[in-house]
């Protein structure tokens, strides 16, 4: 009978409903309940499907599990390169987090998933919309340096976090920012970088594309031409994107573009994904602007639940027509299952709501661990303190289990949507 086994390029990561899978050759993640982890665990060494099952069943009732159920379990992994077929008796080198944790949280994950790294408030534009306040006049002084930095990333990896994304401002106003890049590649993160392109030379995408985790870098593209681009990004950043997305192509390095959706350009969807797919992105996706930060004030600029709908259908035109593919792939399932009147308020308020730390978490500048710049916003302006522990003082997975603000956001009244539980922030209002 054949022989399977783990394949080596894996995270697996135990949670209370069973266990997340980061599949490093694939750059994607799968979730398994509490059989699936028992039976990967099982695959740490080489076994048939009969010793799969007798592993299995020392700690898990199989009862009502037939062989063929498991055999068919067993090759759906091996096309999604979690295990292959072996004549070998070596076991796997796929690395396992929190196998002997017993107390898991119903209401997040053990970890965060993600780590969002801001690595500065600088950036070469002031754009009107900016949530951060980033400005070219930033003391990167006042901000971490790099040795905090990749203390940091040591931590993130210790804590069994998949992805990093560095962002800011624009990190690459930071001279060092490749360096702590390709420490966190080098670590096995999935990493991504987030730009505005400004200021990104060649080189810069020389090295992105000599990295081995490398996802994507994000970029902003807020119109189909030069003057609805520009309308809030300032002069010159359409074509800054333009040549920043040529020169991507050219060294084929992964990158996915957003538009910020406004009442001005929520027209521009359609043409803004085909510029993109001329010059071969990943993958586009759109956002509604929300009001902070220096966008305080913008509130006739927020595009209506309407107009988000329009933007929306001439997105799900990009999509059908297999012109772009969508950055978020939990879009298309989504939308695909939904008739038209779902469809039609399936980003309703998308501007105002806010997940509160069940998976994902942000790092500033100057250490601070904290949740979503929306409800940072409405924390401020309650006069409520707004970040929970500093990542200098003390380990990650400590804020993310014992801070009493974190898991106090967390108890905020959530609703489902169409994305999972969300807070909407006018209840601060």
Not at 71 to 89: A, G, H, P, R, Y
Not at 334 to 363: N, V, W, Y
Not at 380 to 402: F, P, S, Y
Request: net charge negative; proline share 3%.
């Amino acid at each position: 009978m054949e022989k399977y086994v783990l394949s080596n390029r894996l995270k697996v990561r135990r949670e209370g409903f069973g266990c997340v899978v980061l599949i490093i050759q694939r750059q994607s993640v799968r979730f398994f309940n509490e059989f699936g982890y028992e039976a990967i665990k099982a695959l740490r060494v080489p076994r048939t499907v009969d010793e799969i099952m007798s592993v299995v069943s020392e700690d898990y009732d199989i009862s009502d599990v037939e062989a063929k159920s498991v055999e068919f379990f067993v090759k759906d992994l091996v096309s999604k390169n979690i295990c292959e077929v072996t004549t070998e008796s070596a076991p796997s080198t796929a690395q396992f987090f929190f196998d002997d944790v017993q107390d898991f949280s119903d209401d997040y994950f053990y970890a965060p998933l993600g780590v969002e790294i801001e690595y500065t408030n600088k950036c070469a534009r002031q754009c009107d919309y900016c949530s951060y306040f980033s400005n070219p006049f930033v003391d990167v002084n006042t901000e971490m340096p790099i040795e905090d930095w990749l203390r940091a990333i040591d931590d993130v990896v210790a804590s069994g976090v998949f992805y990093v994304r560095f962002t800011g401002g624009d990190p690459f106003m930071r001279p060092e920012l490749l360096e702590a890049v390709k420490y966190a590649d080098d670590l096995g993160l999935m990493v991504s970088v987030g730009s505005d392109l400004t200021v990104t030379k060649e080189k810069d995408f020389e090295a992105l594309a000599k990295l081995k985790n490398f996802v994507f870098l994000q970029t902003t593209l807020d119109g189909a031409t030069p003057e609805s681009c520009n309308r809030f990004r300032g002069k010159g950043n359409y074509r800054k994107v333009i040549k920043g997305m040529e020169l991507m192509q050219k060294h084929n390095v992964p990158f996915i573009v957003g538009t910020v959706l406004t009442k001005h350009n929520y027209t521009e969807i359609e043409e803004i994904g085909k510029i993109t797919a001329k010059y071969g992105t990943k993958g586009y996706c759109f956002s509604p602007l929300y009001i902070a930060g220096r966008g305080i004030g913008m509130e006739d600029d927020v595009p209506t639940n309407e107009q988000v709908y329009i933007a929306n259908t001439q997105f799900r035109k990009l999509v059908e027509s297999n012109i772009i593919e969508p950055a978020d792939s939990a879009w298309e399932e989504i939308a695909t299952e939904l008739p038209e009147e779902e469809f039609k308020s399936m980003l309703d308020d998308q501007t105002h709501l806010t997940r509160t730390g069940e998976r994902l978490i942000r790092i500033d500048p100057k250490g601070h661990v904290y949740v979503s710049v929306k409800l940072k916003r409405m924390l401020v302006e309650q006069e409520e303190e707004w970040n929970a522990g500093n990542i200098k003082d003390k380990k990650l997975l400590e804020i993310w289990q014992g801070s009493d603000k974190l898991n106090g956001w967390r108890n905020f009244e959530q609703d489902e949507n169409n994305f999972g539980k969300t807070i909407d922030t006018r209840v601060f209002q």
